[in-house]
């Protein structure tokens, strides 16, 4: 058991600030954000030439040094030896909070371990921003982050996702978008609701609403841009294991599932395609992996 005195002024050790950056807009830094990085002995930054953009936007002159999740085995020693020194370290992502599919973690654990304070500034977030404006239930939710991008991964994650009631969150780079709703679409089925955020908080900010075969047909017929926010509401009438031996399991799963039960590749595949209202070609394509 731990307990932190976030303010304990009496702590030889230096503490370790978490503070958010803004996803777009810099006039969602703080007040609080902006003094903490003025003040901080050191910043670890995820992308220094990044970074210093905002500092000198600014007039943050405070020192940085690299910190990413390529190096994070070299750092985190060099980082926790600094704080035991006293120094007292601001540590940010590219944009938003960090930690949230960005570096952080292992270094929090790690001062934590050591019984250093860690502070959480409030802050920018993409999202519970893209969120309350879906129009989707805003809680309870579910937030996942980016999905696998090996596409037998992904549509394996998406199945467990299922059956999940909340509203889910997604992150998703623009290169990767249709690949990601097609998938979304075929594994979790086309009438769920669903919500594209795109360009949070910046100039082209927009919002693409509708279920997922909508959302699919959107991207299909646009020129990506963007990094992308999709929010996918939850499962109204989740099935349990007992109503369904196939809960659960992937569609290649299912697919596996039928061959082992005595049904031959093809026949196997039809039975899945009628089982999610699909054509027969498509789960064949997915099944024997075809782009």
């Given at each position: 058991m731990d307990t932190q005195k976030s303010f304990d002024t009496l702590s030889e050790y230096g503490t370790l600030y978490l503070v958010p950056t803004p996803i777009g807009n810099l006039d969602d830094m703080t007040f609080r954000a902006v003094k903490i990085l003025q003040s901080a002995d050191l910043i670890a930054a995820e992308d220094t030439r990044n970074t210093q953009k905002l500092l000198n936007h600014f007039d943050v002159q405070t020192k940085q040094i690299s910190f990413h999740e390529h190096n994070t085995a070299e750092r985190i020693p060099k980082l926790i030896s600094k704080l035991k020194q006293g120094i007292t370290i601001a540590q940010v992502s590219d944009a938003g909070m960090p930690s949230i599919s960005d570096p952080g973690h292992e270094l929090v654990v790690a001062c934590i371990r050591?019984?250093?304070?860690?502070?959480?500034?409030?802050?920018?977030?993409?999202?519970?921003?893209?969120?309350?404006?879906?129009?989707?239930?805003?809680?309870?939710?579910?937030?996942?982050?980016?999905?696998?991008?090996?596409?037998?991964?992904?549509?394996?994650?998406?199945?467990?996702?299922?059956?999940?009631?909340?509203?889910?969150?997604?992150?998703?780079?623009?290169?990767?978008?249709?690949?990601?709703?097609?998938?979304?679409?075929?594994?979790?089925?086309?009438?769920?609701?669903?919500?594209?955020?795109?360009?949070?908080?910046?100039?082209?900010?927009?919002?693409?609403?509708?279920?997922?075969?909508?959302?699919?047909?959107?991207?299909?017929?646009?020129?990506?841009?963007?990094?992308?926010?999709i929010i996918v509401s939850g499962n109204a009438h989740p099935q349990t294991q007992g109503d369904d031996p196939l809960a659960g399991m992937s569609v290649d799963q299912q697919v596996d599932f039928y061959i082992e039960n005595g049904l031959s590749v093809n026949e196997a595949i039809k039975k899945v395609a009628k089982d999610h209202h699909l054509k027969k070609q498509v789960i064949y394509n997915q099944y024997h992996d075809i782009k």
């Open positions: 050591e019984q250093i304070n860690v502070v959480p500034l409030p802050g920018a977030n993409a999202g519970i921003t893209a969120l309350i404006a879906s129009g989707l239930l805003p809680q309870p939710f579910y937030f996942y982050g980016f999905l696998s991008r090996k596409p037998k991964e992904q549509r394996a994650e998406i199945d467990e996702l299922r059956n999940r009631e909340e509203t889910m969150i997604f992150y998703e780079a623009p290169h990767r978008l249709k690949k990601t709703l097609k998938n979304l679409s075929t594994q979790l089925g086309g009438d769920r609701q669903a919500a594209l955020c795109r360009e949070l908080t910046k100039k082209h900010e927009e919002f693409i609403r509708g279920n997922l075969d909508q959302v699919n047909e959107w991207a299909n017929s646009t020129e990506i841009r963007g990094e992308f926010v």
